[in-house]
Structure formats: structure tokens, C-alpha cells
């Protein structure tokens, strides 16, 4: 196996162990559940337990988002309304839209990254019940997870394959990050069309 760029990430991983993954995956969910499913398809980590972290790392932060809007409604418009983007007219139209389509607006939200944030806190100033805020956040989550597990393990999996008939590992690697691009540029393709509709709804 040839040394490569994407060898070192995963190294460096798996040196960290599970608390760091579980730590990035609450910053950057996706690209660690991919590189930690990679290491797991190599035989280092876990994958079952992988995905959990994954699960956990982004219903965690969905938790503290929907306690501090719900307990703190007037103390975060007002003091930190303007650092997470939340000001009056905009917490009333997101109110208004999450009484009328709380499940679509909720997918919305999760699925959009600028929106992430202040939409989730919104979701706990809105009182949406508990239940149905962890539904939704379980229908996002789970697919969400499994695909960039799945993406993780294919290329983890297929690399040795692969490898062996590719005279140089770095080719493999642009190969990596070209596919990579190319998701990622898709992910804010469709980011953009779900900002336009969500004003829509």
C-alpha cells in the first residue's frame, strides 16, 4: 500500500481514537463519518460504532440548539440574536413556517448548513413538541449518517483493490479528491435550491 495524503488523515485518526473523531464529528459530521468509516473498512476501527458516534455527534448539538432557544427565547434574540443571524422578523416568518410544516421545515433547516444553527435554536424558541423535534431529527440524521459511512467504507474498502493496479498511490488520491469535489460541489448545489424553496414554503 502506497503512502498517501489520505493515509496520513486516517492515521492520524486512529492515533486520536474514538474521543477525537466523536469531538470533530460534532464540528464537521460528515467528512470525519466518511474518514472514520474508512479506517473501519481497513480494520481499525469499528464500524458499528463509528456510525453511532456519527449519530450522536449530530444529535447532540441538535439538543443543546433546541434547549437554548426554548429556555432562553428573550435572552437569545436579545443579546445573542446577532451573532447567531436571528432577528425578530426572521424568528416570526421561521416560527410561522414550523407551525405550519414543522416536519418539511425541520428537514430544511438540518439540510442547510448556513441555516443549521439559528433554525435549530428557532425550533426550541417555537416550542415544537420534544417528540416530534427528535423524529425529524432522527429521519435527517440516520440517512445522513449511513450515506457518508457508506462513502467511507466503499473507498476504504476498494482501496487495496484498486491500488494493485495503479502504479503510483497518488493517482488513486486525486482520483479521491476529484469524487470528493465532486459531492461536495452537489451537497451545495442542492443547498442552494433547499434555501430558495424553504422561502417558499
Do not use: C
Not at 69 to 82: P, T, V
Not at 91 to 105: I, M, P, R, V
Not at 136 to 146: A, E, N
Amino acid at each position: 500500500m502506497h503512502p498517501s495524503g489520505l493515509q496520513e488523515i486516517s492515521q492520524w485518526i486512529i492515533a486520536n481514537g474514538y474521543f477525537l473523531m466523536f469531538i470533530l464529528m460534532i464540528i464537521e459530521g460528515p467528512a470525519v463519518t466518511a474518514a472514520g468509516a474508512f479506517v473501519a473498512a481497513l480494520g481499525i476501527f469499528n464500524l458499528w460504532l463509528v456510525l453511532l458516534l456519527s449519530l450522536l455527534g449530530n444529535l447532540i448539538p441538535d439538543a443543546i440548539y433546541y434547549i437554548l432557544g426554548f429556555w432562553g427565547r428573550e435572552g437569545i434574540l436579545d443579546k445573542y440574536g446577532r451573532y447567531f443571524k436571528i432577528d425578530r422578523e426572521w424568528l416570526e416568518k421561521l416560527e410561522s413556517k414550523y407551525a405550519e410544516h414543522t416536519g418539511k421545515t425541520l428537514m430544511a433547516v438540518k439540510l442547510i448548513p448556513v441555516l443549521a444553527t439559528p433554525g435549530l435554536i428557532v425550533a426550541g424558541i417555537a416550542k415544537i413538541p420534544l417528540k416530534k423535534y427528535v423524529f425529524w431529527s432522527l429521519v435527517v440524521t440516520i440517512p445522513s449518517s449511513l450515506f457518508y459511512l457508506i462513502i467511507g467504507y466503499y473507498f476504504g474498502a476498494a482501496y487495496d483493490s484498486i491500488i494493485r493496479y495503479v502504479k503510483y498511490g497518488e493517482y488513486f488520491l486525486v482520483l479521491f479528491v476529484i469524487i470528493f469535489a465532486i459531492v461536495f460541489y452537489g451537497g451545495r448545489k442542492i443547498s442552494r435550491k433547499l434555501s430558495g424553496r424553504i422561502e417558499k414554503l
